[in-house]
């Protein structure tokens, strides 16, 4: 069964200080993996995913993230964070090779983002 | 363009009621998913639909159903309703079922069962 593990609960970072969010994933194949946003009382807005090629995969919101096979990790980075990336961050994994069809994510427990000036 | 949207916004039902939730895909999408997230939790995946056909059954009771309608719009019906029920109810679409598109979601609904 696919599975992601985000180890940190809450990350808080300085204004204009680099960012990362932690994930970590477990699948039976190659992965598909997604980094998602939720503001308070929100639906998820998407960031950015990985299906292949280019390690480094780079999002909307000056946001980038950088798979890692042997690691099974895809952290989610931001050179300079500003007090409006506050939210609640999501990483999600899609097992291709799951039977039947279908593309069902399994998200992590999330992590709050907290930026302070 | 219009992303996915969802109704209603906000809703209470007593335990043992039934409700309806609806949902309209982005344009040009066949496929929808319905995903419950439940306060200070990740979402969790219920359903999804491509071409009006089941495509994915998440563990979840059958008092979950769901149906997807000739224009790709989707309901999520859930019976019997029980206090654990009340989450925020997250539908998301797609183009296809396969490969690596992107799920974009709305704006969800919020279910409070009393």
């Known amino acids: 069964a696919q599975s992601v593990a985000q180890p940190e609960d809450q990350v808080n970072v300085a204004e204009g200080n680099p960012l990362t969010v932690k994930c970590t994933y477990s699948?039976?194949?190659?992965?598909?993996l997604f980094w998602y946003v939720q503001y308070p009382n929100r639906g998820l807005q998407f960031l950015l995913k990985?299906?292949?090629?280019?390690?480094l995969v780079k999002g909307s919101y000056g946001f980038e993230a950088e798979f890692n096979k042997s690691q099974t990790s895809f952290h989610l980075k931001k050179p300079s964070a500003l007090v409006s990336d506050s939210a609640l961050y999501f990483c999600a994994v899609r097992d291709p090779i799951l039977t039947g069809g279908g593309n069902k994510l399994t998200f992590g427990t999330g992590t709050q983002l907290k930026v302070e000036l | 363009d219009a992303g996915v949207t969802q109704s209603p916004t906000h809703l209470i039902k007593t335990r043992g009621q039934h409700v309806t939730l609806r949902c309209s895909p982005i344009?040009?999408?066949?496929?929808v998913s319905w995903y419950q997230q439940v306060l200070g939790q990740g979402p969790q995946f219920i359903f999804q639909?491509?071409?009006?056909?089941?495509?994915g059954r998440g563990n979840f009771p059958d008092r979950f159903s769901a149906r997807q309608f000739p224009n790709y719009s989707s309901e999520l019906n859930v019976n019997a309703l029980l206090l654990g029920d009340s989450a925020l109810y997250l539908c998301?679409?797609?183009?296809?079922?396969?490969?690596?598109?992107?799920?974009?979601f709305g704006e969800g609904s919020w279910l409070t069962v009393v």
């Open positions: 639909y491509y071409e009006k056909e089941e495509r």
């Open positions: 998301a679409s797609s183009l296809w079922v396969d490969s690596g598109n992107t799920i974009y």
């Open positions: 990985y299906i292949t090629g280019d390690n």
């Open positions: 344009s040009g999408h066949k496929s």
């Open positions: 699948v039976s194949g190659n992965p598909y």
